[in-house]
């Protein structure tokens, strides 16, 4: 694979991951669930364990970078099976991710072009992400770094015209502080809705650990590396906590609009509700067009990292051998097709989002993110362990993560409480709710089944410190 990746790509990408439609449209859900205190508190809670991961990853990838990131910690450094079942699930997450971007992307669409064909708008849009991965991952580089430029733009904008209409200089009359003592503002709903929107968070958040899995083609990922992972935590909580503060000042959390927010139903987004009242007539139109830039940003990274995991498990033979082949210009090509095949058949079981084997496929994938970070938080916590068994020194590290073992430990709890959590409510009342259950919780046996067979098949066994392979960069 090739090294083409400069800083500002490796920068980009993480923050085009972490930033989506779950900053410009589900913000205002939780708000409205748990209040401006209770959803900054949520969202702060799990940056900090989303600070913790991505340092974990970035001492694993700065002395190991490669495509398969987590999925080869896990194998060298904990117990193969464990490497088989998170790159699988890592895999079919994104995948599935594409075809729920090409149902978001129709609608957006639609918002302009009503009548335009479902299935047009999702072959140009299977085109259009095709063809900025299949040329380099440089041409991927490049492209994200313009759709996340352009998120970051419009968040920049909104928390400067946010914080003049909270000064009284836009929009007209200042609220002042009287939305954060509103009713039960600005603590609602107790723990119970805490928890709620600690998965709302960890969903909005997921995504930054692409940056690892680039590791494996970044120019200088020793350097890179750590220098993209320094600054993107303040950066991404910066937006989400700034967001939040802003919208809490101008938006009461009892204001009903905050619970249509929709990819569908643009016009009730926080952002555009803010820009209307700040006489931007044109706001939704401008949210939808961000919007659209989201949705491509978020196709583009699906398909990328997807393809370089399914490369990463075929050269470990986890997966087919032909997936492991390189075009000339570094380009996992039979990976890159397959995963955009699969996107395809996905977005055809449904009837823009209402298909039954879609739904199905979508919670299957829903919980994949948090199973990955708990798998980051145990290949670092072992790798720590392996390092300094195997007679290292820390400072041989080229970048440390801070506060070991506090941190692993911290990310590993947090994530079995997001995941067993993860809908709570179908246990609780007179008769416990099967079939939520089953459809929450699809994504967790399905991993289960992974690691399991995998491991009563190829008899692997947990790795001791002792014993992992320690070794460096793999060419």
């Given at each position: 694979?090739?090294?083409?990746?400069?800083?500002?790509?490796?920068?980009?990408?993480?923050i085009?991951?972490?930033?989506?439609?779950?900053?410009?449209?589900?913000?205002?859900?939780?708000?409205?669930?748990?209040?401006?205190?209770?959803?900054?508190?949520?969202?702060?809670i799990?940056?900090?364990?989303?600070?913790?991961?991505?340092?974990?990853?970035?001492?694993?990838?700065?002395?190991?970078?490669?495509?398969?990131?987590?999925?080869?910690?896990?194998?060298?450094?904990?117990?193969?099976?464990l490497?088989?079942?998170?790159?699988?699930?890592?895999?079919?997450?994104?995948?599935?991710?594409?075809?729920?971007?090409?149902?978001?992307?129709?609608?957006?669409?639609?918002?302009?072009?009503p009548?335009?064909?479902?299935?047009?708008?999702?072959?140009?849009?299977?085109?259009?992400?095709?063809?900025?991965?299949y040329?380099?991952?440089?041409?991927?580089?490049?492209?994200?770094?313009?759709?996340?430029g352009?998120?970051?733009?419009t968040?920049?904008?909104?928390?400067?015209v946010?914080?003049?209409?909270?000064?009284?200089?836009?929009?007209?009359?200042?609220?002042?502080?009287?939305?954060?003592?509103?009713?039960?503002?600005?603590?609602?709903?107790?723990?119970?809705?805490?928890?709620?929107?600690?998965?709302?968070?960890?969903?909005?958040?997921?995504?930054?650990?692409?940056?690892?899995?680039?590791?494996?083609?970044?120019?200088?990922?020793k350097?890179?590396?750590?220098?993209?992972?320094?600054?993107?935590?303040?950066?991404?909580?910066?937006?989400?906590?700034?967001?939040?503060?802003?919208?809490?000042?101008?938006l009461?959390?009892?204001?009903?609009?905050?619970?249509?927010?929709?990819?569908?139903?643009?016009?009730?987004?926080?952002?555009?509700?803010?820009?209307?009242?700040?006489?931007?007539?044109?706001?939704?139109?401008?949210?939808?067009?961000?919007?659209?830039?989201?949705?491509?940003?978020?196709?583009?990274?699906?398909?990328?990292?997807?393809?370089?995991?399914?490369?990463?498990?075929?050269?470990?033979g986890?997966?087919?051998?032909?997936?492991?082949?390189?075009?000339?210009?570094?380009?996992?090509?039979?990976?890159?097709?397959?995963?955009?095949?699969?996107?395809?058949?996905?977005?055809?079981?449904?009837?823009?989002?209402?298909?039954?084997?879609?739904?199905?496929?979508?919670?299957?994938?829903?919980?994949?993110?948090?199973?990955?970070?708990?798998?980051?938080?145990?290949?670092?916590?072992?790798?720590?362990?392996?390092?300094?068994?195997?007679?290292?020194?820390?400072?041989?590290?080229?970048f440390?993560?801070?506060?070991?073992?506090?941190?692993?430990?911290?990310?590993?709890?947090?994530?079995?409480?997001?995941?067993?959590?993860?809908?709570?409510?179908?246990?609780?009342?007179?008769?416990?709710?099967?079939?939520?259950?089953?459809?929450?919780?699809?994504?967790?046996?399905?991993?289960?089944?992974?690691?399991?067979?995998?491991?009563?098949?190829?008899?692997?066994?947990?790795?001791?410190?002792?014993?992992?392979?320690?070794?460096?960069?793999?060419?």
């Amino acid at each position: 694979m090739q090294r083409s990746l400069k800083p500002r790509h490796m920068v980009m990408i993480s923050i085009g991951g972490a930033i989506g439609t779950g900053l410009f449209v589900a913000t205002g859900s939780s708000l409205s669930t748990a209040g401006p205190g209770g959803a900054i508190v949520a969202y702060g809670i799990i940056g900090i364990m989303v600070y913790f991961l991505m340092t974990s990853l970035g001492e694993m990838a700065t002395h190991l970078p490669v495509a398969g990131s987590f999925e080869t910690y896990a194998t060298r450094y904990v117990d193969s099976a464990l490497g088989f079942a998170l790159g699988w699930n890592y895999w079919y997450n994104w995948a599935i991710t594409v075809a729920c971007e090409l149902v978001a992307g129709v609608i957006v669409i639609k918002f302009w072009l009503p009548d335009a064909s479902e299935l047009l708008i999702c072959v140009l849009f299977l085109a259009l992400l095709f063809g900025l991965n299949y040329y380099s991952a440089r041409s991927y580089g490049e492209s994200e770094f313009w759709f996340a430029g352009i998120k970051v733009v419009t968040i920049i904008i909104f928390l400067v015209v946010g914080i003049l209409m909270i000064l009284g200089v836009l929009g007209g009359h200042s609220p002042g502080f009287s939305n954060w003592t509103l009713q039960d503002a600005p603590f609602v709903g107790g723990w119970a809705s805490l928890v709620n929107i600690f998965m709302v968070a960890g969903f909005s958040f997921g995504g930054v650990e692409i940056v690892a899995v680039a590791a494996g083609e970044s120019e200088d990922p020793k350097k890179n590396v750590p220098k993209a992972i320094k600054t993107i935590f303040w950066r991404i909580m910066l937006f989400y906590v700034g967001a939040i503060i802003v919208i809490g000042f101008l938006l009461p959390y009892t204001d009903p609009n905050l619970l249509k927010g929709d990819i569908d139903n643009v016009a009730v987004s926080p952002f555009t509700l803010i820009f209307e009242r700040a006489g931007l007539a044109a706001a939704a139109s401008v949210m939808n067009a961000v919007i659209l830039t989201s949705i491509l940003s978020c196709g583009n990274s699906s398909l990328y990292v997807s393809s370089r995991m399914l490369y990463a498990l075929a050269r470990e033979g986890k997966a087919p051998k032909i997936f492991s082949r390189l075009n000339k210009r570094g380009v996992p090509v039979i990976s890159l097709l397959a995963t955009t095949a699969i996107g395809a058949v996905c977005f055809l079981t449904t009837k823009i989002g209402e298909g039954t084997v879609y739904a199905w496929l979508v919670n299957a994938a829903g919980l994949a993110g948090f199973i990955t970070w708990f798998g980051i938080a145990i290949c670092h916590y072992k790798f720590r362990k392996a390092f300094l068994a195997q007679g290292h020194d820390l400072s041989e590290l080229q970048f440390k993560a801070k506060f070991y073992p506090f941190g692993p430990i911290f990310a590993m709890a947090l994530c079995i409480i997001v995941i067993l959590g993860q809908n709570y409510a179908a246990f609780l009342g007179g008769t416990i709710d099967w079939k939520g259950i089953l459809v929450s919780y699809i994504g967790l046996p399905l991993f289960l089944i992974l690691y399991v067979a995998y491991k009563i098949i190829k008899k692997t066994k947990i790795i001791k410190p002792e014993d992992a392979d320690l070794s460096g960069v793999e060419e």
